[in-house]
């Protein structure tokens, strides 16, 4: 299985400030033959279901404010919050789709500084 | 509008059985793989499972830690996807959701229902 290691465990950001996030998997999700990555980020508030943020590592799903952006390839990624909002208070989660089964990170719990 | 919704947990006592339901609206169901994924109290997300639609002869597959005693089926009649429990553990304990997969990943998630697994 694929394994997923998300740092750090939680971090505290000022309102207005970035706040970064990584995602390591234990080899590469990287599809050579469309040069996609098999990656997507989740951010879960409490008491409600996990929201798809982005997949393909750096596609942003319909009505994502842009202040969401993920990057890397291969097996290291981020996600990073640009200028970071009292609703963004959350727990977000990367997970690889590269090969079954489905595996998530551990969740970086993201505060209020 | 998108929508699943899971009932049928509750309590259960080690070794007993459930069955979880999850409804589906919104969309043409019968064209989608779903998945369970389960999150214990307090952890993280594992996925549990999955099904494939009719295209790909409904196969599921599942997580190596429900393997042979948990599976999943779907009535595409009735817009529903389930997922049968049995020989629960205690660890079994969390709550289930049910997504809609596309293209990889989950793209709707219903709000979950708890399952525990107590003496």
């Known amino acids: 299985d694929i394994v997923m290691t998300q740092s750090p465990d939680s971090l505290a950001v000022s309102l207005g400030e970035r706040a970064t996030i990584n995602c390591m998997s234990s080899?590469?999700?990287?599809?050579?033959?469309?040069?996609?990555?098999?990656l997507a980020w989740y951010q879960q508030k409490p008491g409600q279901p996990p929201k798809l943020l982005i997949s393909?590592?750096?596609t942003r799903e319909s009505g994502v404010p842009d202040r969401f952006s993920g990057g890397g390839s291969g097996t290291d990624f981020t996600l990073t919050i640009s200028s970071l909002q009292a609703e963004d208070v959350a727990v977000y989660y990367c997970?690889?789709?590269?090969?079954?089964?489905?595996?998530f990170g551990g969740g970086t719990k993201v505060e209020l500084k | 509008e998108v929508q699943l919704v899971e009932s049928g947990g509750g309590l259960v006592q080690p070794g007993g059985s459930l069955r979880l339901s999850c409804a589906a609206s919104?969309?043409?169901?019968?064209?989608?793989?779903m998945d369970w994924v389960r999150q214990a109290p307090g952890k993280g997300l594992e996925w549990v499972g999955r099904?494939?639609?009719?295209?790909?002869?409904?196969?599921?597959e599942y997580a190596a830690s429900v393997k042979g005693r948990f599976t999943i089926s779907r009535d595409d009649s009735k817009n529903s996807l389930y997922l049968q429990m049995n020989s629960l553990k205690t660890e079994d304990t969390a709550m289930y959701y049910c997504?809609?997969?596309?293209?990889?990943?989950?793209?709707?998630w219903g709000q979950g229902t708890l399952v525990t697994v107590s003496s």
């Open positions: 997504a809609r997969w596309i293209e990889g990943r989950c793209d709707y």
């Open positions: 919104g969309f043409t169901f019968s064209d989608h793989y």
């Open positions: 099904s494939r639609n009719k295209a790909q002869n409904y196969i599921t």
């Open positions: 080899q590469s999700v990287l599809y050579s033959s469309n040069n996609k990555n098999y």
């Open positions: 393909w590592a750096s």
């Open positions: 997970q690889q789709y590269y090969s079954p089964p489905l595996t």
